[in-house]
């Protein structure tokens, strides 16, 4: 039994990033806005959380700049995809080398060091099997994290503004016949995509008290695939985080074994991830007008 909680313990620990890029992704592709800039959002967000957690001292300081920087990327993306209508993913891409290329290097200029900062102050949380609980109790973002899926399910099926997101993903001009701004509202579901997704990179640097190059690791395209994986769903997507998070787990667990190399072991996550998107090839219908100005 304590086996099978230490497991689910670490599976939500480890899915709480992917939960918070998810649910920020889900809300600008529905918006029309394509989400290739999770990853980027991801690593500004933990590079940002990081600096104001070394010069404050205090955690709090830090997720609140780590969602600042996070909000800094979406709207460089917005602005240039919005009101230039530049190609959704090349910006996409030049977000994500642009959020490499400036933790890189500030991170040499702060810390004089291209690998990692120093330690900074941040949420602890134990990883025992205890840590399901621990966690909940000293690490206020894994709570949070757990419960961003209901709360952006029921703030795009519930509320006069996901209405006016799922509008103008699917139908724009039929959306601002009736009044509704479709930039205006895209330029908000974006914000907050970068606000949600840097939360998850902030977890990442405040768990580990620091920030190393590159952490994001891939995180923010694996939550891309959970979006695609749920269907642009946010309560699929986010079981879609749990499944790759639990694969996750395991990789690590049977690293810990030594019962097969572990180059095959590091490849678990990321295979499944290209088994499950290869199983939806042509049934998985995004919003109509995703990509389109």
Not at 100 to 129: C, E, H, M, P, Q
Not at 130 to 149: A, V
Request: aromatic residues 10%.
């Amino acid at each position: 039994m304590s086996l099978a909680l230490a497991f689910l313990a670490q599976t939500l620990r480890i899915a709480v990033p992917y939960l918070f890029a998810a649910a920020g992704g889900v809300l600008a592709e529905r918006a029309g806005i394509i989400s290739l800039t999770l990853e980027g959002f991801m690593l500004g967000g933990a590079f940002s959380a990081m600096l104001g957690s070394y010069w404050s001292g205090s955690p709090w300081i830090g997720a609140l700049c780590g969602i600042a920087g996070g909000v800094a990327l979406a709207l460089l993306h917005a602005v240039s995809t919005i009101r230039f209508k530049a190609d959704q993913v090349v910006s996409g891409i030049a977000i994500n080398l642009l959020a490499v290329g400036l933790t890189r290097y500030f991170l040499k200029l702060v810390f004089d060091s291209s690998s990692n900062s120093l330690r900074v102050a941040g949420f602890s949380a134990g990883t025992s099997t205890g840590s399901l609980i621990g966690g909940l109790l000293h690490n206020p973002l894994i709570p949070f994290g757990l419960l961003i899926i209901p709360v952006v399910a029921w703030l795009l099926y519930r509320t006069p503004f996901g209405l006016r997101v799922r509008a103008v993903g699917e139908h724009p001009e039929a959306a601002t016949t009736v009044g509704v701004s479709v930039k205006r509202v895209r330029y908000v579901a974006v914000a907050l995509s970068g606000a949600l997704a840097a939360l998850g990179g902030a977890y990442l640097a405040l768990d580990q008290h620091q920030f190393t190059d590159g952490m994001s690791a891939g995180r923010g395209f694996i939550a891309l695939a959970a979006i695609i994986f749920g269907r642009w769903d946010p309560v699929r997507a986010g079981i879609a985080c749990l499944f790759f998070a639990a694969a996750e787990t395991l990789q690590i667990q049977l690293q810990g074994m030594q019962a097969i190399p572990s180059q095959f072991v590091q490849m678990i996550p990321y295979v499944l991830t290209i088994v499950a998107l290869v199983g939806l090839v042509g049934r998985a219908m995004p919003p109509a007008a995703l990509g389109r100005e």
